[in-house]
């Protein structure tokens, strides 16, 4: 599936960044700037069916990766490129972690809401706290890709997406993501995190520069 024919593949996810500078600066005197990446899409399962997707070890390793340690509330966690901790659980609406990765702790809330239609809105909020400065050099999309290609993973793994791609939706392996597919994918992605960053009140310019350094990290 070419995504230039499907762009409803891209956009079955919905994006939106806020941007906060907090008037606070590092220990090296740099300004601070608070960012939120809330991604939303709708999934053809109930949040009871898509529930163990998310918090059991054996089924997080088929779309996710390995996830080790305690995943109940209160414990703590490994998992590709990052760890942290569990804050809060309701099982099967909620998971409140800390998200620990290049010296940061932030916080990430999953959502899952029950639709009338049997379909659950899963909603994924990850905000951090950095450098104003490398905000602006690489943009939000630095790190949100890495919840694209996640979302991607797991709309294949429930096959979650297809009344509203009508077509199958691809597993986003290594081996895809670095072909002509996945290369596509990743640009398109990065273009609506550049958009969604004009939309929050950055400047076009400075947005774009974003974008071409997102592209470069997941591409060359």
Request: hydrophobic share 40%; glycine share 10%.
């Amino acid at each position: 599936m070419a995504v230039t024919q499907s762009p409803s593949v891209v956009d079955a996810v919905r994006r939106a960044l806020e941007i906060e500078d907090i008037g606070d600066h590092d220990a090296d005197g740099r300004p601070l700037v608070r960012t939120t990446a809330t991604l939303t899409t709708n999934v053809a399962r109930s949040p009871a069916q898509l529930w163990p997707l998310l918090t059991d070890p054996a089924r997080l390793a088929t779309w996710f990766g390995p996830v080790t340690g305690d995943l109940r509330e209160g414990g703590r966690f490994a998992a590709p490129g990052a760890h942290g901790a569990v804050r809060r659980v309701v099982p099967p609406h909620l998971l409140s972690l800390t998200w620990e990765q290049d010296g940061t702790v932030d916080p990430l809330l999953i959502r899952l809401d029950p639709e009338d239609d049997g379909t659950t809105s899963l909603r994924l909020r990850h905000t951090t706290l950095g450098d104003r400065a490398r905000f602006d050099a690489v943009g939000p999309g630095l790190r949100a890709l890495d919840w694209e290609i996640a979302l991607l993973g797991l709309a294949a793994a429930a096959d979650g997406w297809r009344t509203v791609c009508m077509s199958e939706v691809p597993t986003p392996t290594p081996a895809w993501l670095a072909g002509p597919e996945g290369r596509e994918m990743l640009r398109a992605w990065s273009v609506r995190w550049a958009a969604e960053a004009v939309a929050a009140g950055v400047d076009e310019g400075t947005a774009r520069q974003g974008e071409r350094a997102t592209t470069s990290a997941y591409l060359d």
